[in-house]
């Protein structure tokens, strides 16, 4: 018998093409998935060395950054910069004979919601793009991570990675969720738990009953923000659930192939006994909402309590650091959280913006109205997701309410694109970095879960979701 296994070990044993005595090895990549941000040096350099892309139908182009989410996208792009990186992508995708996604195509979106939509992530996999939150696709039991230009170049040519195996740990959320609780919750939850460098170094699988009664999309949101607690990859078992959401995917195998593939995505999960160098585990009956403070992930707190007293900690760089993230956000300690006003509302992101995440918002505020105050708007992921909530009548929701109705793409989850906050805005909002000029120059970011998010703009306030009527 063979020594047990976790699923992270499993996946790289079945795609380490060769090993180097110093444990560097060179790991075959599935799928590829590719943006306007990080590929365009890649693209250039494979033109210099007159090299082609090895397996272009691995690979996947998708403009997402960039797009601006209000204009008819038939009248073009109209800022400069941004229009210059998406033209470069269609114009590379079309001379290396890779499949675009273009701004006018209605499978077009984020790439984190645009992989997983077309039934391209599939589980057992590895899976990279040139972007953080690849990890991702790490709900469906894939080996998922980002990598850095020089590495998309490499894919691009070889459709190898050079990488050293992580450490394995565990993150395991025991029992049932609360209601109004959500997977955003416990993902912010255990990143203030670790700390955003409680990961590093390791590739995080998360178990427990918690995790398993999430949804496909509740998980993406946990996978999503793995790297934010610096792991390099988040990883959940493929199940019966996983299987439903693929089955009907436009490039899910069919047919006899879909039955070989589901008796093989069926072992992958960690074999009983199987070591793993870390181990924590969360309770999610006491989880609560949460709303995060500061200019990391980690500085989250319960939507009933208040903002906390760096004076507090012991360390000292961690309170010089805690002190300027209090004033970047203009709070002082002691602040309730439910006596926080904000003034924007951003729902979407690869985090939050798949159709379950807009249902849920859409309860919320359905039949009230934004505060007069707030300033509010709902980016959905993906063409597919904005087509799905318009046919469900989700769209006429928000608009009723006083939200924008926008076009698909990363939108105000990153100061990219045209959707931006003003200094000194504070800003609820579903995506999942609050670092200081995240979503514009001196903008105030409080990472939430999409019901939270859509209660703030109602109430021009953080509230607490549980009391919602
Ligand atoms: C622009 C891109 C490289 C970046 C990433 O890697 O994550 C972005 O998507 C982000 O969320 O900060
Ligand atoms: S939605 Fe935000 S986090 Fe996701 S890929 Fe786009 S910019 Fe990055």
Redesign the pocket.
């Given at each position: 018998m063979s020594a047990p296994r976790t699923l992270y070990d499993k996946i790289w044993d079945d795609h380490v093409v060769s090993e180097d005595e110093n444990g560097t090895c060179l790991l075959y990549i599935d799928r590829h998935l590719v943006h306007e941000?990080?590929s365009p040096q890649a693209f250039e350099g494979l033109r210099m060395a007159g090299r082609k892309v090895r397996a272009p139908e691995k690979t996947l182009a998708v403009v997402d950054?960039n797009v601006p989410t209000t204009a008819d996208r038939h009248e073009g792009i109209k800022n400069e910069e941004s229009r210059i990186q998406v033209e470069a992508l269609a114009q590379n995708a079309k001379d290396f004979g890779v499949e675009y996604y273009s701004e006018k195509d209605i499978r077009q979106g984020i790439v984190h919601i645009v992989g997983p939509e077309q039934g391209f992530t599939l589980p057992g996999m590895t899976i990279v793009c040139?972007?953080?939150?690849t990890s991702t696709h790490g709900a469906f039991g894939a080996l998922a991570h980002?990598i850095g230009t020089s590495e998309v170049e490499h894919v691009l040519a070889t459709q190898t990675l050079v990488q050293k195996k992580a450490k394995n740990m565990l993150v395991r959320v025991d029992g049932q969720l609360p209601p109004g609780v959500t997977a955003k919750d416990i993902i912010l939850a255990i990143i203030g738990e670790i700390g955003t460098a409680g990961g590093t170094g390791h590739v995080i699988e998360f178990a427990g009953e918690a995790i398993r009664s999430l949804s496909m999309e509740g998980r993406m949101t946990v996978c999503n923000m793995t790297i934010e607690g610096g792991a390099r990859a988040g990883l959940i078992a493929p199940d019966e659930t996983t299987f439903e959401y693929i089955k009907d995917k436009p490039r899910a195998p069919k047919g006899k192939a879909w039955d070989m593939a589901l008796d093989y995505w069926k072992t992958l999960k960690t074999d009983e006994g199987a070591h793993f160098d870390k181990v924590v585990v969360l309770d999610a009956a006491n989880l609560p909402p949460i709303v995060s403070w500061g200019s990391s992930p980690e500085d989250v707190v319960s939507v009933q309590g208040a903002v906390p007293n760096p004076d507090d900690i012991q360390d000292e760089t961690k309170r010089a650091s805690k002190w300027r993230a209090l004033e970047y956000m203009g709070l002082k300690p002691g602040t309730r959280m439910t006596d926080i006003a904000v003034d924007r509302v951003f729902i979407g992101s690869c985090t939050n913006g798949r159709i379950e995440d807009l249902r849920a918002a859409a309860k919320v505020v359905e039949g009230k109205k934004v505060a007069s105050t707030v300033s509010a708007m709902i980016v959905p992921g993906s063409g597919i997701v904005k087509e799905q909530a318009e046919a469900e009548g989700l769209d006429k929701i928000f608009k009723e309410a006083g939200f924008e109705w926008r076009e698909p793409g990363?939108s105000m989850?990153?100061a990219?694109n045209d959707d931006r906050l003003k200094p000194g805005e504070r800003c609820a909002s579903t995506s999942n970095?609050n670092f200081e000029g995240r979503q514009g120059y001196k903008g105030r970011t409080h990472l939430v879960s999409p019901t939270m998010a859509a209660a703030a703009a109602v109430a021009g306030h953080f509230v607490d979701i549980r009391d919602w009527k």
């Open positions: 941000v990080t950054h040139g972007d953080s939150h980002g990363c989850c990153l990219m970095r």
